[in-house]
């Protein structure tokens, strides 16, 4: 099989079928940035959720007498709890923090906001045990053991509201998904019909080249080629994309919660290592796509 004769009609299908080709490509695009974009979100989830896996923490906040009268937590019930809290097998570390001490800390998350900061007073937060646990997946042995426990006036398990968060992601994340096979169906169809349409144009020569003894899967070849490399066209421009939107658009728009540190960011590594699953999808579909369709609807 002669690699020029191959190529050189894969270059004139391209050229012949343009326009259908530049949908195809932009279809392509567009759905492997929308599959890019969500296998970001994955990535930037399982990079936060890391962060803070190691930060989960109970907050066993204690009653007003205590926060009021035992700064040092040395009278009872404060002292019986702390010492049954640092004998407890599940918990790594305990933290006691008094009501002065979590005003500052208050001060010191909020210095952005000081008109939030004047309304807040030192009276109306409470002291705490902050609990670091073994298995932090496993906050209930602490929620249920403390949980109306004399002088503890409520438990809290941060990762109640952590999983809110991370569902919310998860949301985008699916939203993201959807909007991508919506996409990948009509670069299916798209794949499909300019094969068809290619194969169509140029099936007089074909018929010759099989009179004179060519097979049938050399005839074919230069049809497959040009879908793969309109999708492998489709994948690099959506991996440039996603750069783009990057660069531009994420860190600006996510500058607060990515210095804060609330979410980790989407760096240059991350779209590399998704890069080859972009590119490995476009071929993989497209020759799918292109074999399927060559095998149906042409018969040459």
């Not at 204690?62 to 040092?72: E, F, H, R, V, Y």
């Not at 009179?211 to 230069?222: C, E, I, S």
């Not at 990515?258 to 071929?283: H, K, S």
Request: glycine content about 6%; some cysteine; proline content about 4%.
């Amino acid at each position: 099989m002669r690699a020029s004769f191959v190529f050189s009609e894969v270059l004139t299908g391209l050229r012949r079928n343009v326009t259908m080709t530049v949908a195809m490509i932009l279809t392509t695009m567009i759905s492997l940035a929308l599959l890019g974009g969500g296998l970001l979100v994955v990535r930037m989830i399982d990079k936060t959720q890391a962060v803070y896996e190691d930060k989960l923490q109970v907050n066993i906040y204690l009653t007003n007498d205590i926060s009021a009268n035992d700064k040092g937590c040395q009278a009872e019930p404060c002292k019986s709890l702390r010492a049954d809290l640092e004998n407890n097998p599940a918990v790594e570390s305990v933290q006691y923090e008094n009501r002065d001490q979590a005003y500052n800390r208050f001060k010191q998350i909020f210095e952005s906001q000081p008109e939030l900061v004047k309304l807040a007073r030192p009276e109306a937060l409470p002291a705490s045990f902050n609990v670091k646990l073994v298995h932090p997946d496993r906050p209930q042995v602490i929620t249920q053991t403390y949980s109306g426990r004399v002088g503890v006036d409520s438990v809290a398990d941060q990762s109640e509201f952590l999983q809110k968060f991370f569902d919310a992601l998860n949301g985008v994340r699916n939203m993201t998904f959807a909007v991508a096979l919506v996409q990948a169906v009509a670069a299916l169809l798209l794949i499909s019909n300019t094969v068809q349409v290619s194969a169509f144009t140029r099936r007089t020569e074909v018929g010759i080249m099989r009179l004179v003894g060519a097979t049938r899967w050399y005839t074919q070849l230069p049809f497959l080629l040009e879908a793969v490399v309109a999708g492998l066209v489709g994948a690099f421009l959506a991996i440039g994309l996603l750069v783009v939107l990057k660069e531009f658009f994420l860190d600006s728009v996510l500058a607060g919660p990515f210095a804060a540190g609330v979410v980790r960011p989407v760096d240059g590594l991350d779209i590399l290592l998704t890069a080859p699953w972009l590119l490995l999808t476009a071929m993989g579909i497209s020759a799918v796509t292109g074999y399927v369709t060559l095998r149906l609807y042409v018969r040459q």
